[in-house]
């Protein structure tokens, strides 16, 4: 499978608790986005790599919230002390330096 | 910032006949791309069609068709000749031109449902 890959497909953990999420891009890929999407709502943008270098971060991304591309291939989300409101899907995308975006399908946090 | 808007939260077609999802947005970009996207359920999200705004005509894709108003800020997407398989949840995005951060500003999406 030469898609955007991620890990796992689903989580359910306990408030309070570190999860880290795992994508791997399209290979070649340069650029890595990080979307959240929760119920009945379109995804919204938390951070942006190109390369290895994060490049831009939403606000939505608190401090709780650290994602990192190192050497440029895969990324991996990680979120500390998970609130309930973090319960959501979080989508992974690549894309090759153009305009289109492909995307992974996702890992679904459940935080109880 | 730019905002779009997906005023049908659902909507529902039979088989074979023709449906129209709205989308409008709102931006002072003068160069961007717009987007229709299209969530299976379960699925990963994939993209059907795209528009360039510097583009007068109208982007289509097989059975997928857009109406692009860029003074009304509008992008329709027509759907014809339905099938079970278009069944699905359906985003409209909206893509800045820029050197970096080809982020997507998504609407709230929606569900259509093609019936047999």
């Known amino acids: 499978d030469t898609g955007v890959s991620q890990d796992p497909r689903h989580k359910i953990t306990k408030r309070g608790q570190n999860v880290t999420f795992r994508c791997d891009p399209i290979s070649e890929h340069n650029r890595l986005y990080w979307y959240r999407q929760t119920l009945g709502q379109g995804p919204e943008f938390l951070t942006y790599?190109?390369?290895?270098?994060?490049?831009?971060k939403s606000r939505l991304l608190s401090d709780r919230f650290s994602a990192e591309r190192p050497k440029g291939s895969f990324s991996t989300l990680e979120i500390q002390r998970t609130e309930q409101g973090d319960s959501a899907m979080y989508l992974c995308a690549s894309s090759l330096g153009g305009p289109v975006a492909f995307f992974g399908q996702g890992t679904r946090l459940t935080v109880v | 910032a730019q905002t779009v808007t997906q005023s049908q939260p659902e909507m529902s077609v039979q088989e074979a006949e023709t449906v129209t999802l709205s989308c409008t947005y709102d931006?002072?970009?003068?160069?961007?791309?717009l987007f229709w996207y299209k969530q299976p359920p379960s699925r990963q999200m994939i993209l059907v069609i795209r528009?360039?705004?510097?583009?007068?005509q109208n982007a289509t894709e097989n059975r997928f068709s857009v109406n692009f108003q860029k003074a009304a800020k509008s992008f329709s997407l027509k759907i014809s000749d339905s099938q079970l398989g278009d069944t699905a949840m359906y985003f409209c995005?909206?893509?800045?031109?820029?050197?970096?951060?080809?982020?997507?500003?998504f609407g709230a999406g929606t569900i259509l449902r093609v019936k047999s």
């Open positions: 931006t002072s970009e003068s160069n961007y791309y």
């Open positions: 528009q360039e705004a510097y583009k007068q």
């Open positions: 790599f190109q390369n290895e270098a994060q490049l831009e």
């Open positions: 995005a909206f893509m800045k031109r820029g050197e970096y951060g080809n982020k997507l500003v």
